[in-house]
């Protein structure tokens, strides 16, 4: 027979336990299914403001124009994404990046903006230096090598001011695809990518620099690049979740703060592209795969995006499967998404609550960066 103090401890503990399930039943009825709890800082914000933390831009020229410093002055873009064409020396990328960070923004915002660019090494590299190897490298030679690599581009990036590197590729190397033919993919089994992309995912962060897993559920079997053609992946979910999801699942338990979603379409899930369909983007990555980090879209206004509609239908397709940032190349794209965003939040059509649970992700990764 149980002691009267520990038939007390039991009551306790079951009142807890209640306590517990109903705080977790009111969540859920308020949230809904797989989303998350919102963020004081992000409950705060404006509606533009909430539309604005899931906008990231690029722009052409050397020099920041008018209407993105506007942009970023009123808090309608969370960061933005640099090109090769952006920085053409160190030096500039040093001076751009400073000038960036330093355009007021509204209070209640932290710093710093995100500044991104894809830096994965080999074909794909914006800025000279780290890493000097390709995935593809990086994967024969080991975690020790690629950790290496991730070290020394994480100084690279910081030392010119970027803080997300759109990097490292989780793809498999299928024969025959693109990204197997332009060597970005660290192996052709879920082990070898794993095994060398999350020891260099595992640096960057260290070095300060966010790491992008890339192109969620899996673009290795793609034959074409999204940026030129209307790709189709004809694998089974069978096949997806056992191979081409592996990678991710290794990246999200080890830390990893951002996950980039395909533009590919896998018939499997959806008729359409990845990061517009929600059994994917929430399904897929949030509820079968736990990842609570930040994921971002492959560039919208694509060849493979255009032909679900523009800018604004991109985004606003995007922001209801659940991807949290919408990134563009123009910042003209990024404001048209932004207003159709707005117009959503304003007539109750978007969820209030699913914005906060989205900005309070993107508002904890950018006080992260700024610590």
């Known amino acids: 027979m149980a002691t009267a103090p520990a038939r007390r401890?039991?009551?306790v503990l079951a009142a807890a336990a209640c306590g517990l399930a109903a705080v977790a039943f009111a969540l859920g009825a308020t949230l809904g299914d797989g989303e998350e709890p919102r963020s004081s800082a992000a409950s705060r914000l404006t509606l533009g403001q909430l539309a604005g933390e899931r906008i990231v831009v690029g722009f052409e020229g050397r020099s920041a124009p008018r209407a993105l410093r506007r942009m970023i002055r009123e808090g309608k873009v969370a960061g933005v994404v640099l090109f090769a064409a952006n920085l053409p020396t160190r030096d500039a990328a040093r001076r751009l990046a400073r000038r960036l960070q330093g355009i007021p923004r509204p209070r209640g915002l932290p710093d710093p903006l995100l500044v991104m660019v894809d830096q994965e090494g080999g074909l794909v590299k914006r800025i000279g230096g780290a890493p000097t190897a390709s995935a593809r490298e990086m994967g024969a030679r080991g975690?020790?090598?690629?950790r290496a690599q991730?070290?020394?581009t994480a100084r690279n990036l910081r030392g010119v001011g970027v803080n997300v590197d759109l990097a490292p590729v989780l793809d498999l190397a299928t024969p025959g695809g693109e990204i197997a033919a332009t060597e970005r993919s660290f192996g052709a089994t879920p082990r070898r990518v794993a095994k060398a992309a999350v020891p260099f995912a595992e640096a960057l962060?260290?070095?300060?620099?966010?790491?992008?897993?890339?192109?969620?559920?899996?673009?290795?079997?793609?034959?074409?690049?999204t940026d030129f053609a209307v790709e189709?992946?004809?694998?089974?979910?069978r096949a997806l979740r056992r191979r081409d999801e592996r990678p991710f699942r290794r990246f999200a338990a080890a830390g990893g703060e951002l996950v980039m979603l395909s533009t590919a379409i896998y018939p499997a899930f959806s008729p359409r592209p990845a990061a517009f369909a929600r059994p994917i983007a929430t399904g897929e990555l949030r509820r079968r795969l736990g990842f609570r980090g930040v994921s971002v879209t492959d560039a919208l206004g694509t060849v493979a995006v255009r032909a679900f509609g523009g800018p604004?239908?991109?985004?606003?397709?995007?922001?209801?499967?659940g991807v949290?940032?919408?990134?563009?190349?123009?910042h003209g794209e990024?404001?048209?998404?932004?207003?159709?965003l707005v117009r959503r939040l304003r007539r109750g059509a978007a969820s209030r609550p699913a914005f906060e649970a989205s900005a309070g992700r993107v508002l904890r990764l950018r006080h992260r960066l700024g610590g």
């Open 205 to 225: 962060r260290a070095g300060g620099v966010a790491a992008t897993g890339k192109h969620f559920p899996g673009f290795g079997a793609a034959r074409l690049n």
């Open 150 to 152: 991730g070290r020394r």
């Open 334 to 340: 990024g404001l048209r998404a932004h207003r159709a």
């Open 324 to 330: 949290d940032l919408l990134l563009f190349a123009s």
């Open 312 to 321: 604004a239908e991109a985004g606003v397709a995007a922001a209801a499967a």
């Open 9 to 11: 401890r039991r009551r």
């Open 143 to 146: 975690p020790a090598f690629s």
């Open 232 to 237: 189709r992946i004809g694998l089974s979910k």
